[in-house]
C-alpha cells in the first residue's frame, strides 16, 4: 500500500515538472499495485484505485493518449459510482469531477453527443451538491456550464450554448464578488465565450459589450501579472477586432487587430513555437481590416507577412498550417486583384488550390467547398486576363464541385 501511494504521489510530481512519459509509468505502476489491493480488500482500496486512475487519465492526457485516457477514466466512473451508492455524501464530488473530464475527453473525440450526456450528468450532481454546501461547489458548477456551452456550441445548438453560458457567467460574477484575485481570470474567458456564441446569432451590439468587458478585464489581470495574462489580453484584442469590424466600426477594428498584433509579437520573441500561429492569424485579420479602409497597399503586406510565417509553420506542421496557409494565400489573389498585379495574383491562386487539391485527398468533407471557390476565383482572374478557355475549365471543375456538394449534402438529409 505504501509502494503504490508512493508511486501515486512521484507521478502527480513528475506531471508537474512535465516528465509526462515518466509520470504515466509510474501511475501505471501504481494502478497495477492498487488493483492488487483491491482483491484482498475491496471495501479498503477501492476509493484509492479510482483515485489512482483518474490520477492516470490526467497523465494519458499529457501525452495525447486519448483512446487509453477515456477507458481510465470510464473505470474510474464506474468505481465511484459504486461508491456514491454506499456513501453519496463522501463520493458524489468525485464522480462528479470525473463526469466533467469524460465530457472534455468525448469532445477531443468529437463524440459531441457523448460528451454532452457526461456534462449534464455532471451538472446535475453539482447542482445538488451546490444546495448544501454553495461554497465549496459554487465554482465547479459555473465551470460545467461553460464546459456545456462549448458542447452545445458543437451541436449547433446556439441558443442553448449562449444560455449555458450566460448561467456561467452569472455564477462567476457572484464569485468574483467575494473573491476577484481567484475568479477574474474564469469570468474574463467565460464573457469572451459568450462574445463568440452571441456573434453567431448575428446579435453584435451585445457581442461587442461582452468581449470590451472582458479585454477590460484582461488589462487588469495584466497589470498585476503579465506573463500569465498577455496571451488572453492578445486573443481578446483580436476577438474584439472581429467583432467590431461586423458592425462596420473599420478604424476601432483596425485598432484593436494592431494592439493584439503588439502583443502576439513581444509573445514570439519569447516563445516562438507557441504564439507564432497566433501572430500569423492576426496579421491576416489586420489584411482583411486594411482592405475595409481600401488600404490596399497595406492589406497586401500584411497577408504577406502572415503567408511567411504560415509557410515556416508549414515546414514544421504541414497537417496542422497547410489549410491556413492556402487561406491567405488565397486571400493575398484578392489583394493582388485589387492593385491590377494580376499575374501574380494568378500565381498565389494556382498555389492556393494545389493546397487545397492535397487537402481534399485527405478530408473531402471539409476541403471540398473552398477547393471549389478557389477554382472559381482563378474562374474570374483568368477571365480577366482574357484566357477564357482555361477560365471556363476552371469555372466548371468549381460547379461541378459544388454540385456534388450539394447532391452529397441533399442525400444524406433524405436519408
Not at 62 to 90: C, D, F, G, M
Not at 113 to 135: D, F, H, R
Not at 252 to 273: D, F, K
Request: hydrophobic share 35%; charged share 15%; with cysteine.
Amino acid at each position: 500500500m505504501k509502494t503504490a501511494r508512493f508511486l501515486g504521489w512521484i507521478a502527480v510530481h513528475l506531471g508537474v515538472i512535465c516528465r509526462f512519459v515518466e509520470a504515466r509509468d509510474c501511475s501505471s505502476h501504481a494502478v497495477l499495485l492498487w488493483r492488487l489491493l483491491v482483491a484482498e480488500n475491496p471495501d479498503s482500496h477501492i476509493p484509492d484505485l479510482a483515485h489512482q486512475l483518474s490520477s492516470l487519465g490526467i497523465g494519458l492526457s499529457n501525452l495525447n493518449q486519448h483512446e487509453e485516457l477515456l477507458s481510465a477514466t470510464k473505470e474510474s466512473i464506474t468505481l465511484y459510482r459504486l461508491l456514491v451508492e454506499k456513501n453519496p455524501a463522501s463520493y458524489t464530488p468525485d464522480l462528479a469531477s470525473e463526469l466533467g473530464n469524460l465530457g472534455l475527453m468525448l469532445a477531443k473525440l468529437n463524440r459531441h453527443e457523448e460528451s454532452l450526456g457526461a456534462t449534464e450528468q455532471s451538472i446535475t450532481l453539482y447542482q445538488s451538491l451546490v444546495e448544501k454546501n454553495p461554497a465549496s461547489y459554487t465554482p465547479d458548477l459555473a465551470c460545467q456550464l461553460g464546459n456545456l456551452g462549448i458542447q452545445l456550441l458543437n451541436l449547433n445548438q446556439h441558443k442553448e450554448s449562449l444560455g449555458a453560458t450566460e448561467q456561467s457567467i452569472t455564477l462567476y460574477r457572484s464569485l468574483v464578488e467575494k473573491n476577484p484575485t481567484s475568479y477574474t481570470p474564469y469570468l474574463a474567458y467565460q464573457l469572451g465565450n459568450m462574445a463568440f456564441w452571441l456573434s453567431n446569432l448575428n446579435r453584435h451590439e451585445e457581442s461587442l459589450g461582452a468581449i470590451e468587458e472582458s479585454v477590460a478585464l484582461y488589462q487588469l489581470l495584466v497589470e498585476r501579472n503579465p506573463t500569465s495574462y498577455t496571451p488572453n489580453l492578445a486573443d481578446q484584442l483580436g476577438n474584439l477586432g472581429i467583432r467590431l469590424s461586423n458592425l462596420n466600426w473599420h478604424e476601432e477594428s483596425l485598432g484593436a487587430t494592431e494592439q493584439s498584433i503588439m502583443l502576439y509579437q513581444s509573445l514570439v520573441e519569447r516563445n516562438p513555437t507557441s504564439y507564432t500561429p497566433n501572430l500569423a492569424d492576426q496579421l491576416g485579420n489586420l489584411g482583411i481590416q486594411l482592405l475595409n479602409l481600401n488600404w490596399h497597399e497595406e492589406s497586401l503586406g500584411a497577408t504577406e507577412q502572415s503567408i511567411m510565417l504560415y509557410q515556416s509553420l508549414v515546414e514544421r506542421n504541414p497537417t496542422s498550417y497547410t489549410p491556413n496557409l492556402a487561406d491567405q494565400l488565397g486571400n493575398l489573389g484578392i489583394r493582388l486583384s485589387n492593385l491590377n498585379r494580376h499575374k501574380e495574383l494568378l500565381g498565389a491562386t494556382k498555389q492556393s488550390i494545389t493546397l487545397y487539391r492535397s487537402l481534399v485527398e485527405r478530408n473531402p468533407a471539409s476541403y471540398t467547398p473552398l477547393l471549389a471557390n478557389e477554382l472559381g476565383n482563378l474562374g474570374l482572374r483568368l477571365s480577366d486576363l482574357n484566357r477564357h478557355k482555361e477560365s471556363l475549365g476552371a469555372t466548371e471543375e468549381s460547379i461541378t464541385l459544388f454540385h456534388v456538394k450539394i447532391t452529397s449534402a441533399w442525400g444524406s438529409v433524405s436519408k
